[in-house]
């Protein structure tokens, strides 16, 4: 399994990115996945998931109505769209499988940085 994370960069405060995850040697189709970040000093946070089917999907409360996921299995591509972005989203986000229910990593990428500055 081979996940790639692309579209992180340095924006201000307030302003916005969207994150893909291309994903190969798996079929999304059947599978969990979202992301999760770490800053440095802090231990991994679980951001957001979205089910196999795109039915379902969960936000950690900091990100709730102004991070969206979506999924595009045709494309074998996941996205994390981010507005509203504040200073503390600053980290390096990770696109990553799940298990059921959006608990448990199981294969994740090399990860992409997200910069916000004040």
């Known amino acids: 399994a081979q996940l790639v994370e692309s579209g992180g960069g340095l924006v201000h405060s307030g302003g916005s990115l969207r994150l893909s995850c291309a994903v190969s040697?798996?079929?999304?189709?059947?599978?969990?996945i979202g992301w999760f970040r770490q800053a440095p000093g802090n231990e991994h946070e679980e951001v957001s998931c979205?089910?196999?089917?795109?039915?379902?999907?969960y936000f950690t409360d900091s990100v709730k109505g102004r991070f969206t996921i979506s999924r595009d299995n045709a494309k074998s591509t996941v996205y994390l769209q981010m507005n509203s972005l504040k200073p503390e989203d600053t980290a390096v986000y990770y696109c990553?499988?799940?298990?059921?229910?959006?608990?448990?990593?199981?294969?994740w990428g090399q990860g992409t940085q997200v910069t916000v500055s004040s």
């Open positions: 990553a499988t799940y298990g059921r229910g959006c608990h448990g990593i199981g294969s």
């Open positions: 040697g798996f079929t999304l189709d059947h599978r969990n």
């Open positions: 979205i089910s196999a089917s795109g039915g379902s999907t």
